[in-house]
């Protein structure tokens, strides 16, 4: 446990032994520490929060290393306590300076997890650096170093709509792959000598928001398995309405009432093959009372059927279970 002290004098923080009165190095402080540095705050008066870990770390990309990916508490937490001043905002600059002097990586390894620095060999499959005209900041055993800040994940037109994005007009690919086949279209692409299909992959700068292509005369568009494909709220049309849950039999009272309903399908289950995962119906805003309506007598007038199905259903057990009053005689055999 330690307390820091701004010293007026010297423009800067001060760490103090909490039970000494120390002035101590914040060097001295980690290497009392039995755990790894991940996270170090410090705690004001009127409810003040300060991330001051750079103060404290040996290296800033190790501790990037060892956090949590799941940063929303942090930002949580940041968003309730953290009020800006003129001095934390000082402190920001100096922690800033500190983390871009950090030295290039000395390991293949410390380069996949670096902050700040990325090698060209180490992009994954779908990455790129942009824009194209960058230059390495450095090279490393003759390998180009970018900063990771270039560096972009790129996404085919399908992945992109799943966004609610849609390729831009006349847009050529940023990047292309071969397409992903199974195993028996491999071989026979092998024997046959046939050209391999690529697909095109996209940047971020390459995407308009979707646009939901409008009703005709009260046609709701489908895709090629009959669904209305809504990834995000924001592909929904202006005049219809995703009506969300189970509604069984909605199908057959739009098909008596002649109103358009289509299964709405928002993603794709996690399952060994993709499977499209399905969420109610898309539906004409103007007709949705009037099919809610009839969905809801045509499901009394359903329950109503199977409950007299039932009582007759058990009428006939019960009859059958009832003994008969009257005896058989018992027959009677005769000899000669």
Same mark, same amino acid.
Request: proline residues 8%.
């Given at each position: 446990m330690w307390i820091e002290v701004y010293s #007026?004098?010297?423009?800067?923080?001060?760490s103090v032994h909490f039970?000494?009165?120390?002035?101590? #190095?914040?060097?001295?402080?980690?290497t009392t520490l039995s755990c790894k540095i991940t996270?170090?705050?410090?705690? @004001?008066?009127? /409810?003040?929060?300060?991330?001051?870990?750079?103060?404290y770390c040996s290296l800033w990309s190790?501790?990037?290393? @060892?956090?949590?990916? /799941?940063?929303?508490? $942090?930002?949580?937490?940041?968003? %309730?306590?953290?009020?800006?001043?003129?001095?934390?905002?000082?402190?920001?600059?100096?922690?800033?300076?500190?983390?871009?002097?950090?030295?290039?990586?000395s390991s293949l390894s410390a380069f996949k997890k670096h902050h700040k620095y990325v090698l060209a060999s180490q992009l994954l499959t779908y990455e790129a650096i942009y824009p194209p005209d960058t230059q390495p900041v450095d090279t490393w055993k003759s390998i180009p170093v970018f900063l990771r800040e270039n560096v972009v994940s790129l996404y085919n037109a399908s992945r992109w709509k799943m966004e609610g994005m849609d390729i831009k007009p006349n847009e050529q690919p940023y990047k292309e792959l071969p397409k992903r086949l199974c195993r028996s279209k491999k071989r026979k692409i092998e024997e046959d000598n046939l050209p391999q299909e690529t697909v095109g992959y996209y940047g971020p700068w390459q995407v308009s928001p979707y646009?939901?292509?409008?009703? =005709?005369?009260?046609?709701?568009?489908r895709n090629d398995h009959g669904n209305f494909e809504l990834f995000k709220d924001s592909m929904l049309p202006p005049d219809c309405v995703h009506l969300k849950g189970p509604y069984p039999n909605l199908p057959i009272v739009a098909k008596k009432l002649g109103i358009d309903c289509v299964p709405?399908?928002?993603?794709?289950?996690?399952?060994?093959?993709?499977?499209? %995962?399905? /969420?109610?119906?898309?539906?004409?805003?103007?007709? $949705?009372e009037i099919l809610l309506d009839g969905w809801k007598d045509y499901?009394?007038?359903?329950?109503?059927?199977?409950?007299?199905? %039932?009582?007759?259903?058990? %009428?006939? #057990?019960?009859? =059958?279970?009832?003994?008969?009053?009257s005896k058989t005689p018992k027959k009677k055999r005769t000899g000669f």
């Open positions: #007026e004098k010297d423009k800067n923080w001060l039970f000494n009165k120390e002035v101590v #190095e914040p060097k001295e402080i980690r996270y170090v705050f410090a705690f @004001e008066t009127h /409810d003040k929060l300060m991330d001051v870990t750079p103060r190790e501790v990037v290393s @060892e956090r949590v990916p /799941d940063k929303s508490w $942090v930002e949580s937490l940041w968003k %309730k306590y953290h009020k800006a001043t003129q001095l934390h905002t000082q402190e920001l600059n100096e922690f800033a300076s500190v983390i871009n002097s950090e030295p290039l990586p646009l939901p292509p409008p009703t =005709k005369n009260g046609m709701i568009h709405a399908m928002v993603g794709w289950e996690k399952t060994r093959y993709p499977c499209p %995962k399905m /969420d109610g119906y898309i539906v004409l805003a103007d007709k $949705v499901q009394a007038s359903e329950l109503e059927k199977q409950n007299k199905e %039932k009582e007759a259903k058990n %009428k006939m #057990e019960q009859k =059958k279970k009832k003994p008969s009053n």
